[in-house]
């Protein structure tokens, strides 16, 4: 993405890791702030005041510029930066940006070309358009918590802000397929992507099942994630997560460990699948049997998906993810960082962490003077 200039408007999580991403991949991120910056500054613990932990992890390799938009000459100096930029992306309910006059009839007024990209929690043709949304509230609207209570007997959020990042990642493909439609034709568009049709998208993907059919042929549920005794399996000394799913790999299992409770009802992926619980219930019984490595050594060894259960905290020595290069320790005015990098791996054009994320403003008188504007105009 180099040679792409992103004007950033978003704050917490959704929009900025969209960003996070171009700026790793080359873009030039101008984050806006407030004066008083974006409230994921504050949100955790940091090296500095206004550089959390969250923050200066979506908020890397940009550029911060501090702007009071209701303040005239404010307002024309991003009229400036915008005449200048490939990309617009803000993260306000649809209100709230066309009362500072920068919705996408605006902006498209002063730039043509310009990707303009809408990260909220409702899409504006529904009845909820104007509500507030955070990731617990998405995370309750879209079922996640209602699939938790199948699954535990206890409705509960799922310990990641999921809904955040997962429609953060959906903003940044539709960003590039609009940049990609750009190419081809000159043209810009207004893109659109909200929370609750994100996610209610994203959780239907295996739980629409019967339901989707007319008419409908079972519940809105894909039954192996929510059958009960669908968790890690507890071995002799610890615990371990293990899928033993295909025929292929059932048939292993079965000819290593030969279990007693070994049966023609469970023989093909057809007949577990219809009473996947009662299968989980005795492989369980059957893992406390070894320990933790027998049973990881036995799984390398059949080739069926298993692994130690790790803390996030353990990522960071994960002897896999540092072969593959995936953390970058990168210097900052307050001390080296060790951020993990980017997941993917493109062969020509690979991106990196950008660099350090930008105190408060930090970069206003810069990009003041590549727009060709004096101090005074913000």
């Known amino acids: 993405m180099s040679g792409i200039r992103v004007v950033d408007l978003t704050a917490m999580v959704m929009g900025p890791y969209c960003t996070q991403v171009m700026a790793d991949m080359g873009a030039d991120v101008v984050k806006v702030e407030p004066p008083e910056g974006d409230p ?33 000459a404010d307002r024309a100096a991003i009229t400036t ?43 504006r043709g529904g009845p909820d358009c104007d509500r507030p949304a955070y990731d617990d509230t998405i995370q309750a609207e879209c079922g996640l918590p209602a ?5 535990t007997g206890q409705a509960d959020y ?14 940044l493909y539709a960003t590039m397929m609009a940049l990609f439609h750009r190419e081809r034709t000159g043209q810009g568009q207004e893109v659109e992507v909200a929370m609750f049709e994100t996610m209610a998208s994203f ?6 099942n019967g339901a989707m059919f007319d008419p409908p042929l079972g519940d809105a549920v894909y039954p192996r994630t929510v059958a009960p005794n669908r968790r890690p399996y507890r071995t002799r000394d610890g615990e371990i997560a293990a899928l033993i799913y295909n025929d292929k790999h059932w048939n292993a299992f079965i000819e290593a460990v030969r279990p007693p409770w070994a049966s023609d009802r469970f023989a093909t992926l057809a007949q577990r699948a219809r009473q996947i619980d009662v299968v989980y219930g005795l492989v369980a019984e059957t893992m406390t049997q070894r320990t933790t490595a027998e ?34 320790t990168i210097a900052t005015p307050q ?44």
């Open 335 to 378: 001390g080296p960082v060790r951020f993990p990098g980017v997941p993917t791996r493109l062969s020509r054009t690979p991106g990196r962490v950008a660099g350090p994320a930008p105190e408060l403003g930090a970069h206003t008188a810069e990009i003041l003077d590549e727009l060709g504007l004096q101090p005074g105009a913000m």
């Open 203 to 208: 959780m239907l993907v295996e739980h629409a």
């Open 147 to 151: 699939v938790q209570r199948a699954l």
């Open 295 to 328: 049973w990881l050594a036995l799984f390398r060894e059949l080739e069926i998906p298993a692994a130690a259960l790790n803390t996030p905290g353990e990522l960071f020595d994960d002897p896999h993810l540092n072969a593959v290069g995936l953390f970058e």
């Open 158 to 171: 799922v310990g990641t802000i999921m809904a955040d990042k997962i429609a953060g990642l959906t903003a």
């Open 40 to 72: 994921t500054r504050y949100i955790s613990i940091g090296p500095a005041a206004g550089l959390s932990g969250v923050f200066v992890n979506v908020n890397r390799g940009k550029r911060s510029v501090a702007l009071d938009l209701r303040e005239a």
């Open 81 to 123: 930066l915008i005449e200048s930029a490939d990309v617009f992306i803000h993260s306000m309910r649809a209100k709230a940006i066309a009362k500072l006059g920068l919705d996408y009839p605006a902006v498209a007024a002063i730039n043509p070309r310009i990707v303009y990209t809408n990260c909220y929690g409702y899409g």
